[in-house]
Every structure is written in C-alpha cells, then in structure tokens.
C-alpha cells in the first residue's frame, strides 16, 4: 500500500467512526479512476446538515485536525487539516450535482479493507468545468481523455 492509500485509509476508518456519509471528490477521486493527476488534499461531498456539521467536528478531533471554514468557487467549504493531513469538506458541486444525484452515479471502490464511495468522471469533470480556476481548466481534457479510454476498454470486454 501506498503512502497516500494508508493516509486515505486513515480517513476513511475515522469517517465510518464518524458516521459520515461521504462521496469522495476531486482530484483524488479522479487519481483513484485513472486519471493521471495529483493533489495536496482530499476533498469530500457531504450534505449540509447540522447533524453532519458535528460529524465532521467529531472526525477531525479522532484525527487531531483543526477546523477551518472557506469560501471558494462552488461555497462553503469546511476545511480539516494538521501537518500531514488536508481534507476538505464541500457541500455543493456544480448547480445542477445535488448529493443524490452523485451518489447515484458514484462507484465504491476498495481501499485496504473498506470502500470508499467515489463520483464518477463524468460528475468530476462536470464539477471541475463549472469552477472556472484555471487549474480546473488544465485537467478538463486530461479527464475527458481517461473517460474516453475507459469507454474503449469497457466496450472491448
């Protein structure tokens, strides 16, 4: 396992403690379906409840992170970070990417010995197009691209 894998594992276990729902999103999500990126943080979708406010709160403290709130392209974000760890917390995608509808689409996919809820390509790419920062722009064809060679090999089969 990877340094990455066994950090992103770490989350993952204090979010099940948590009892958070989440959708994994962003560049790791795009990392883990083969796109060739990397990142500095892990970014979750999450609905925007009291109850999941507290969840959050709760998982930083198992993780000794601190809590920071944002505002950035797409809204309210609830940063949770210490000195090796980043995670942020979105509560809304593109206009039209309600937590339903993502998680509809969404595939789990294993990572050790638990799952982890990640947003298909075609909702990552549809988010990171509406963002309009240029470090969003650079990946959208790089995205396209792994959808299209995945489309091929699914196809192939």
Known sequence: MSPDEIILLRILKELKGARLETILVGNTACALQ???VMTQDIDFFVRDTVLNR??????????????????????????TENKEIVVDFVFRLGPKQTFNNVRSRSQLIKIGNLFCRVASLEDLYLAKSCLGREKDKALLKIIKDTIRVKNIFTKER
């Open 34 to 36: 083969g796109v060739p």
């Open 54 to 79: 507290k969840k959050i709160a709760r998982f930083a403290k198992g993780l000794k992170l601190f809590i920071s709130k944002s505002n950035n392209a797409v809204g309210e974000t609830i940063r």
